[in-house]
């Protein structure tokens, strides 16, 4: 009898562990502007964007990769310095401080962090969360001159929920972000 | 009189049977009510499954322009369309301000579109299994440059 009850039980928790297994994953984006009212929120399953962006071939999106014309700008390859800062210890690697904007690139608890700051004109926060595994795939491209979006997605599907992007200004808002919910909420 | 019910209960039966195949995809509904006073409203629902079909036996010359100007979006849209289908209903994409509303929504299989602005209300649901097998004849009859 004793048995009988181990499978069963045994049966229940594989069963709710089936049911709790990690469902879909949504990147979310979500545009304010004050000064129209207009307002943009677009949920799209991250399954779904690994399935769409390798099928596009327009313009600089071919084959999952983005081109970048100067991606390896003044023979600095951003595949070496993402390798050399991912073993590298948390701290601030860039501060850029200058009349109207400030730059800082840091790097906290496995991810990178930008964070720029305009002062000039339209005064805008933008702050920018990319974890290591998700920069690395981007970089991932044999061509240095290519960001493999399709590898940069599938990477994001084992990302935790988070915050990739917000923007902050007088005149608009915004937030991307990934998460299990379906809707903005 | 028993011959007659035999043939009437064939009818019915057959009724029946091509109607839940007609069925079997959906209905694409399109819906439009205009706001001025006199406005039209006009209400469409046509079996799903018709628009693979029409594609197919539409000439391929009258489908030129159409596939031209869409030719570079098949794989990407038949993609999205096969890959929706298997995704859980949700809001899509929502766009509004002060004067329009623009609601785009996966719903029981289908796709939703809903526009609503002081000219009118528009709504359109597709089938995603109806659009994908339409997008993938298209694809098929898309000719490579």
Not at chain 1, 35 to 62: C, E, F
Not at chain 2, 64 to 83: F, G, H, Q, V, Y
Request: glycine content about 8%; proline content about 5%.
């Amino acid at each position: 009898m004793k048995k009988v009850f181990a499978v069963l039980a045994l049966i229940f928790v594989a069963t709710a562990a089936a049911w709790a297994a990690p469902g879909e994953r949504y990147l979310h984006v979500r545009v304010d502007n004050a000064r129209d009212g207009q307002k943009v929120r677009v949920n799209i399953p991250l399954s779904l964007a690994a399935q769409v962006i390798p099928a596009i071939d327009n313009g600089k999106l071919r084959d999952g990769k983005v081109r970048i014309g100067n991606f390896q700008a003044n023979g600095v390859n951003v595949t070496q310095i993402l390798a050399a800062l991912k073993n590298a210890p948390d701290g601030e690697f860039v501060t850029v401080e200058q009349p109207g904007q400030n730059v800082r690139v840091a790097k906290k608890n496995g991810v990178l962090i930008v964070h720029v700051v305009n002062t000039k004109g339209e005064k805008e926060n933008v702050d920018v969360t990319v974890p290591w595994a998700v920069a690395e795939a981007l970089t991932s491209s044999a061509n240095s001159h290519e960001l493999n979006v399709e590898a940069a997605i599938q990477a994001l599907e084992n990302a935790g929920d988070m915050t990739l992007v917000t923007v902050t200004g007088d005149r608009q808002s915004v937030r991307i972000w990934i998460d299990s919910h379906n809707d903005d909420q | 009189m028993i011959l007659a019910a035999k043939i009437g209960l064939g009818l019915l039966g057959t009724a029946l049977v091509a109607g839940g195949i007609v069925s079997s995809e959906g209905f694409v509904r399109v819906s439009v009510q205009e706001h001025r006073s006199g406005g039209t409203h006009i209400w469409l629902a046509a079996p799903a499954m018709a628009a693979p079909i029409a594609l197919r036996l539409i000439p391929r010359r009258r489908l030129e322009n159409a596939i031209d100007n869409a030719r570079e979006w098949l794989p990407a849209a038949t993609a999205a369309a096969s890959e929706l289908e298997k995704c859980p209903d949700g809001p899509l994409v929502e766009v509004t301000d002060r004067v329009e509303q623009v609601n785009v929504s996966k719903r029981d299989g289908s796709l939703v579109v809903d526009v609503n602005d002081p000219r009118e209300t528009v709504h359109v649901a597709v089938p995603l299994g109806a659009l994908g097998s339409s997008l993938r004849i298209l694809a098929e009859r898309a000719t490579p440059r």
